[in-house]
């Protein structure tokens, strides 16, 4: 699929807000030491960064699998 080869700001705008709100909310979760939500919070936190990861990773994917 070429959309992530031919819109590069918009993948860039998607990768980095991402990237920032996942960021934040596994710092924001971290210090809800001994709380459940705050694990959570990090949890969702990493499921944003995993997807900025795989925004990243999606032009340079091997079209023949």
Do not use: C, Q
């Not at 936190?45 to 990773?57: E, H, K, Q, S």
Request: glycine share 10%.
């Amino acid at each position: 699929m070429n959309f992530w080869k031919e819109h590069m700001s918009l993948r860039l705008g998607i990768i980095t807000a991402f990237f920032v709100v996942g960021l934040i909310l596994v710092m924001v979760g971290w210090k809800m030491t001994g709380k459940l939500i705050g694990l959570g919070i990090m949890l969702i936190g990493l499921v944003l960064l995993l997807a900025a990861l795989m925004i990243y990773n999606k032009p340079f994917e091997d079209p023949k699998r």
